[in-house]
């Protein structure tokens, strides 16, 4: 080890170059006739390239790994807002919905009941709008727009799809509970014993959007029944199956395994327990119901039971109505 001090103890500088009586021992680019020096050949046994900064043992050309720990999987994704006009006034009952008080149907009682001052006077009037600058308060307390939260859920058998049920049973909500500190609802329904995606979130106009039968999104479901279906049953799914005067007609229909009891089922009807009710419809019974794919959405990667927060990708494109 060099010895940057002397015998008196005085600091002495580290030389930074050779000393002109030690011969220079470097490398020359070229040889004497002009021509390349060839490269060290790589060496196929040792692919680890040397330390430069970054960890010796990362594999030869690997690119460096970011900083996998810095997001946790359940951190909470903060959205931009949408760009919002503060002299375009809205309706009070959805003001304070997408402040998370409550629903817009809960929110017409207590605009009713006289329990809203807007700007220091009470609204009891339904259609009253407001704007984004005025000053809404809910039992004499402000009333603040809350951030959009977006959520996953690869809903569980057994789990009523419900913000409340009055005969306690679990509930989606129950699951998320502690994911956010924003009031977030279902969008559509599952029946208790169909598994597989649901979108919780608290952003009333996209979640207007994805239940509105005129947006066109598709559903896919993996269906197992309680027995083989038959080509001629196949044959009527596939025409169309009328429910409530509608006739329902399956975008497609697949056998994913060998028997014919596992269906795949991609669908964009929004009736109520629709794919149970076609195949009741032809005599069948459907044992296991999981929705693997709503309006672009898959379950991949979040176990049963389980949720993540949305990207900011995947919001865009459902605000952009790629469903």
Known sequence: MYNNSNNDGERRPRPRFHR?????????RFHRDGESRPQRPFNAERSERPFNGEHASRPFGAKPKRNAGVYSGRKQQVYREQ?????????????????????RREADDFIQAGVITVNGETVDNLGAKV???????FHNQP???????????????????TTDDPQERHTVIDIVRNACAERIYPVGRLDRNTTGVLLLTNDGDLAAKLTHPKFNKKKIYAVT???????????????????????????????????????GLEIHSGQNRVVRRMFEKVGYKVVNLDRVSFAGLTKKNVGRGKWRFLTPKEVAYLQMGNF
Request: with cysteine; glycine share 2%.
């Open 143 to 161: 009333v603040r727009r809350e951030r959009k939260v977006y959520i996953l859920l690869n809903k569980p058998k057994n789990t009523v799809t």
């Open 20 to 28: 002109e009586s030690e011969p220079v021992s470097s490398r020359p």
């Open 131 to 137: 704007l984004p600058t005025d000053d809404v308060r």
């Open 83 to 103: 760009h919002e006009d503060p002299t375009k006034p809205i309706r009070l009952n959805k003001y304070l919905a997408n402040a998370g008080i409550c629903s």
């Open 225 to 263: 029944l309680d027995r083989e279906l038959e080509e001629v049953d196949e044959a009527i799914i596939r025409a169309g199956v009328v429910l409530d005067d509608e006739r329902i007609i399956p975008d497609a229909l697949e056998f994913p395994k060998a028997d014919r009891k596992h269906i």
